[in-house]
């Protein structure tokens, strides 16, 4: 392995632009984002020792997730699986990036496991992304799916990479498993994507999206998005109506904030009035669901979000 994309001195050299990035006038952190992170409790400590004694990594710590103290403390987390290094550097994440370890083929019952003793009910599952699988990781993200269903009355979310230039064999092996959301997140206008999401494509990432639509007709799709990276508010409706096209029914919409100097500054902090409209908007498409607001990540609150639209759910 090259440790040098390890090297915390040379996360400089990762990205274009980065004496821009680092040099930019920092904005003033406005008062609805200045929030009290509760103390570490009993129960976070618990959440932190099942994780860690499954050898299991989680987004919320992987990403800096500013609502990891909530979700621990609510015995809930979104795993990370497939390793915690991802083959893409998207200068708006704080994910380590590399050459990473081969798949784990215990990880699927691992997770199970983990979500058995935490009391999920609803369990969310992303991943790095995985470039070097010929498959993009799908069939592994199958396993996990299908080893968490075996638990009577749990439901399971993925929220997926792109796969781009291996979406066709993806879809095969995503079909063996029977999520009840399918989750991939759009994240920035097409304007912005040669900057923030320089692996990916805006045009393959609806692609996917739909074709999922299609493959699973009881599958909710759902997608979300960043804004304050320099998009413009009639950029964001523009891609509401894009995912609308392409039948994505749930939606969330979140502030970024920048994880470190070496990331994407932040060009706008979105007031909650403005959240509230998108959520107007989105409601307006027809988006079944909508959560909309500064804290708002693509898996924060998911459970409620999916149980809002199932009334035999409530009781659960």
């Known amino acids: 392995m090259n440790n040098k994309l390890h090297n915390p001195q040379r996360e400089e050299l990762k990205i274009k632009k980065y004496q821009e990035f680092a040099s930019a006038e920092k904005l003033q952190k406005p008062e609805w984002l200045k929030i009290k992170i509760p103390i570490k409790n009993g129960a976070f400590a618990g959440t932190k020792e099942i994780l860690k004694n499954g050898g299991l990594a989680t987004v919320c710590e992987q990403a800096a997730c500013p609502n990891i103290s909530e979700c621990f403390h609510h015995r809930r987390a979104t795993f990370l699986i497939m390793g915690s290094i991802c083959t893409r550097r998207c200068p708006f994440c704080d994910i380590a990036h590399g050459y990473p370890k081969p798949l784990d083929p215990d990880e699927p019952k691992k997770v199970a496991e983990a979500a ?12 790095v992304d995985r470039d070097d699988i010929k498959d993009g990781g799908a069939e592994h993200f199958a396993n996990c799916v299908n080893e968490i269903h075996k638990i009577d009355g749990v439901k399971v979310e993925i929220l997926v990479p792109d796969f781009r230039g291996r979406l066709d064999k993806a879809l095969e092996n995503l079909q063996y498993a029977s999520p009840d959301v399918f989750n991939h997140n759009i994240e920035t206008v097409p304007r912005l994507y040669k900057e923030a999401r320089p692996g990916g494509n805006y045009e393959h990432s609806l692609k996917l999206l739909n074709e999922w639509s299609k493959c699973s007709q009881t599958c909710l799709t759902k997608s979300g998005l960043m804004v304050g990276l320099g998009e413009k508010d009639e950029e964001i409706y523009e891609v509401m109506e ?14 970024y904030l920048r994880p470190s100097k070496h990331h994407i500054p932040v060009k706008r902090y979105v007031h909650p009035d403005q959240f509230k409209k998108y959520a107007e908007k989105a409601k307006e498409l027809g988006f079944l669901s909508c959560l909309s607001g500064p804290f708002v990540r693509s898996s924060y609150n998911a459970y409620e979000q999916h149980d809002l639209l199932f009334d035999d759910n409530k009781n659960t």
């Open 116 to 127: 058995r003793k935490l009391g999920l009910k609803y369990v969310v599952i992303t991943s």
């Open 242 to 255: 894009d995912l609308r096209r392409n039948n994505v029914t749930m939606l969330t919409i979140g502030q």
